[in-house]
């Protein structure tokens, strides 16, 4: 009975029902869309780290993050495996360039040059083309920047530095949170890029020997190398994260926007709902003539927001997927998961719900004495 009335209230005027279910997709599909862009963002900001096996991370001192660190002198390596846990250290380049395009117009560009070593950055999900060996002139990118460096495909050539590069690989969904294009080369090319002597790198990534400590081996670098930051990875990831959402705000905004987004859904759902429940006091007042528990009355009004907030999820969601599939190939996907929909379902609950108050406690305030006045 309680489901039926419930419907039954709210299909009784049914644009206001229609403005409900708009307030909430739209809540439903900014939080959605924001939260997307969030973790979208987190996983490019990630991405690169992810894709190492190295337990610790060695920079130079103040490094914020992958694409900013400064280039070492090279005897951090050496110093590195003299350390009792370390099975190997393996250099690696990342750093901004200028990618001159055939139209004469630059882009700026992230060089990562590594060699074949298990525990540095190689490019993966390649679908055209080859991720390695590269020849001496061989680059490979994500064909999600192609139109921003000015090029077809592979067998395309730009220029780096003044050097001439050929592409020889393409990936997909290797983004930049930079938006400046990653640009996999071997170590040897990186090195004449950039014009940088054999054994400097950014970064040397080391490898633990099989039953090593890295808390232990870390302090233990640390206290060798006093000019650089020895990072394990789970520390330089969230340093990482850090820095980019939250250290330039693009984190705060995003989730700013979130928090808009049930705002602005609460306030209407809100308004719709104690709208709705005006127009049925008589009916309230009737059933509390009648021996009804503000109780049954107030589940009711809960069932209301549950079933506004069901419709009004699906309806979100639909068009959230639609979104999200749209920006698969774009600079800055929305990824959406399983998670996040389930946190989604049980924040627009929670988001009726609080919508609900109003009418509850206009509810709960109704004489039932009203029905006889009449």
Known sequence: MVIKLAIRNLFHDRSRFLVTLVGILFAVVLVAVQLGMYFGARRMITGMI????????????????????????????????????????????????????????????????????????????????SSGPLSPDGVVVDRTYLPALGITGVGSFGEIGGKRVKVEGLTNGIRSFTTSPYVFTSMKKAHALFSVPPGQANFYLVKLAPGAVAAEVKRELQSRLPDSSVFTKTEFRQRNLDYWLFGTGAGVALLGGAALGLIIGTVIVAQTLYSSTKDHLSEFATLRALGSSSLYIHKVIL????????????????????????????????????????????VTLIMCAISAVSSILKVTKIDPAMVFAR
Do not use: M
Request: hydrophobic share 50%.
């Open 50 to 129: 992810d894709h190492t096996s190295a337990d610790i991370w060695i920079s130079k001192y103040g490094t914020e993050s992958i694409e900013q660190g400064d280039f070492q002198s090279g005897r951090e390596r050496f110093t590195a495996l003299a350390v009792p846990g370390v099975e190997a250290v393996t250099p690696l380049v990342v750093s901004f360039a200028e990618w001159h395009r055939p139209d004469s117009s630059i882009a700026h560009v992230v060089v990562v040059g590594s060699d074949d070593a298990d525990t540095t950055l190689k490019p993966w999900n390649v679908v055209e083309g």
């Open 303 to 346: 069932t209301q927001a549950a079933v506004s907030a069901v419709c009004g999820f699906v309806l979100g969601t639909i068009l959230a997927l639609l979104i999200s599939q749209l920006s698969g190939h774009t600079a800055l996907p929305i990824v959406l998961t399983p998670a996040i929909a389930a946190f989604l379902f049980a």
